[in-house]
């Protein structure tokens, strides 16, 4: 007998978030951890370990990072290239200039995930800029807790999901009951 009840595909189809840094109140850290969690997947029902059903998620405004205590002139990124005495050391200030907010996001979520062959399939699904523009604003699902994406009437519109077709017109009605 199949332990699988209804459509699987809807539940490991990836949807887009939206994490604005510049708004945010809550601390570099923080943002990142979540983050995290939405790239592995685990806000999901259907979360495996060892499987990559984890979303996309935009972040924007990585310029203005909140950061707490002295961490952005005392937190040091070290790198070396194998030979004697060419250990490498930038501060997190320094590499906010150099490089931008976008790396320095990028390499803390980096550190969160697992270190296993999906940390880099997971953290390609993270797209950091340090502005608030982007060019995902059609893929957004999720915009402030509202849904931002255009609903498409179900007539003349064949997809692989028709269960995501039956939702898409619920959610056009605008006083149809959710069940």
């Not at 029902?45 to 950061?67: E, F």
Request: charged share 25%; aromatic share 8%.
């Amino acid at each position: 007998m199949s332990t699988n009840i209804g459509r699987t595909s809807l539940a490991y189809s990836r949807s887009w978030h939206l994490v604005d840094m510049g708004h945010d109140q809550r601390s570099f850290g923080r943002i990142a951890t979540s983050i995290a969690t939405t790239l592995m997947g685990k806000h999901k029902p259907t979360y495996d370990p060892s499987t990559d059903c984890g979303d996309y998620v935009v972040a924007v405004g990585c310029a203005y990072l909140k950061t707490t205590g002295d961490k952005r002139m005392k937190k040091k990124y070290y790198s070396h290239s194998t030979r004697p005495g060419h250990l490498q050391e930038i501060t997190m200030d320094r590499m906010i200039r150099k490089f931008g907010g976008a790396e320095v996001l990028r390499r803390a979520v980096s550190g969160m995930l697992p270190k296993n062959r999906l940390r880099d399939v997971r953290l390609a699904r993270l797209r950091a800029f340090e502005g608030f523009g982007h060019p995902y604003k059609e893929n957004l699902v999720r915009l402030g807790g509202k849904h931002h994406m255009k609903p498409r009437s179900a007539a003349g519109y064949l997809s692989k999901t028709p269960v995501q077709d039956a939702i898409e017109v619920e959610v056009s009605k605008p006083g149809a009951p959710v069940s």
